[in-house]
T-cell receptor, first 112, second 121 residues
Framework: GAVVSQHPSWVICKSGTSVKIECRSL??????MFWYRQFPKQSLMLMAT?????????EQGVEKDKFLINHASLTLSTLTVTSAHPEDSSFYIC????????FGPGTRLTVL | AQTVTQSQPEMSVQEAETVTLSCTYD???????LFWYKQPPSRQMILVIR??????QNATENRFSVNFQKAAKSFSLKISDSQLGDAAMYFC??????FGAGGTSYGKLTFGQGTILTVHP
């Protein structure tokens, strides 16, 4: 089956620092990856679509300069939360598209 | 814009019984896909079942089946012989069909609000 990994699974950082989250498709190439944010007991909110070799497409209301996305290869996309603040604390999920979307296990970010 | 609505924030079922989760959607597209995803306490999203809009036959995966009513834009999930492991949050999702160039936001999913399913032993 198609496996997507995320690293780290959880991270705690201080306010004002930057955090990078990696999303990898382990056994397939993904030209498109997606980044979601999820609050407890709520739905997934699409933040951006990441395309290999081109700029990410951000959803309305998502700050491009705060959430930097880089799709460096067909198996790796990264999300960097810059100058993180407590309100950025959330669960971040990536997915990679191969006919359908396969989801990573998520990353819990806590900003102190 | 496409919207997906799940009107049941929470549902409960007795083990071995049957439960149906509701989902409605709104779209002007004729080619699309519908999905049910399960998110257990681990928070790993798991694909439960998928339905192509052009197929009249309802999709079935073991104990999981859907009732796809295209004209009514309804897509409910039936879980038969419920098991304790079925306890999770369930999301209905929509994706536009076609084979785009892969750029921009092609292939993105629109999710419903989710339904928390509790299974009682």
């Amino acid at each position: 089956g198609a496996v997507v990994s995320q690293h780290p699974s959880w991270v705690i950082c201080k306010s004002g620092t930057s955090v990078k989250i990696e999303c990898r498709s382990l056994d397939f190439q993904a030209t498109t990856m997606f980044w979601y944010r999820q609050f407890p007991k709520q739905s997934l909110m699409l933040m951006a679509t990441s395309n290999e070799g081109s700029k990410a497409t951000y959803e309305q209301g998502v700050e491009k300069d705060k959430f930097l996305i880089n799709h460096a290869s067909l198996t790796l996309s990264t999300l960097t939360v810059t100058s993180a603040h407590p309100e950025d604390s959330s669960f971040y999920i990536c997915s990679a598209r191969k006919y359908t979307q396969y989801f990573g296990p998520g990353t819990r970010l806590t900003v102190l | 814009a496409q919207t997906v609505t799940q009107s049941q924030p929470e549902m409960s079922v007795q083990e071995a019984e049957t439960v149906t989760l509701s989902c409605t959607y709104d779209t002007s597209e004729s080619d699309y896909y519908l999905f049910w995803y399960k998110q257990p306490p681990s928070r790993q999203m798991i694909l439960v079942i998928r339905q192509e809009a052009y197929k009249q036959q309802n999709a079935t995966e073991n104990r999981f089946s859907v009732n796809f009513q295209k004209a009514a834009k309804s897509f409910s999930l039936k879980i038969s012989d419920s098991q304790l492991g079925d306890a999770a949050m369930y999301f209905c999702a929509y994706r536009k069909g076609g084979f785009g160039a892969g750029g921009t936001s092609y292939g993105k999913l629109t999710f419903g609000q989710g339904t928390i399913l509790t299974v009682h032993p």
